[in-house]
């Protein structure tokens, strides 16, 4: 009984994050500006990082996605504001792992976002569930020098930058 009470209270929060997303909207000066897409289910997700220095202060995210993807982002969101490019890469690996079906020691870091283990059950929408970290994995490797053209762009850049999660 108190599993079915847990799975609920994860349920609630999954959709109130997916009706009330945090971070959703787009900055007024960005780092960074990222696009990717899921081609298994249609979901886009256009990510904009505000960085100082080596500290992510702002997020924002526009798109269509399912309700998993969605939520998702909105986590993601809350759990990265105010760390390092590093830390966010550790956090991004964490969740990559969690949703993978892995133990994960520290899923507390995550905040909300580790609610979102359960998407191991349902191989189809792990993607769903990490569309945005990826797209902010490739913003961190940007800033680091490691991305290949066409992933993302500075909001100067008036170059596609639209990419599948396959590729």
């Excluded at 945090?22 to 979901?43: F, I, M, Q, W």
């Excluded at 079906?101 to 998407?119: I, P, Y």
Aim: include cysteine; glycine fraction near 8%.
């Amino acid at each position: 009984m108190a599993l079915t009470r847990l799975d609920n209270l994860y349920r609630q929060v999954i959709l109130d994050h997916s009706s009330h997303p945090h971070h959703r909207g787009t900055l007024g000066a960005s780092t960074y500006k990222v696009e990717l897409n899921n081609p298994t289910c249609g979901d886009v997700i256009h990510l904009e990082l505000a960085v100082d220095g080596e500290t992510i202060k702002d997020l924002a995210f526009t798109g269509e996605g399912c309700s998993i993807s969605t939520a998702s982002a909105s986590m993601m969101g809350d759990a990265v504001i105010g760390k390092t490019l590093t830390e966010a890469g550790e956090l991004s690996q964490l969740f990559s792992e969690l949703v993978q079906g892995h133990e994960v020691a520290e899923s507390d870091r995550l905040g909300d976002a580790s609610m979102l283990g359960g998407v191991a059950k349902f191989p189809a929408r792990i993607k769903c569930a990490t569309l945005a970290w990826k797209a902010l994995e490739k913003a961190i490797k940007n800033d680091k020098g490691q991305a290949t053209a066409g992933q993302l762009h500075h909001p100067n850049d008036t170059n596609d930058t639209s990419q599948s999660l396959d590729e």
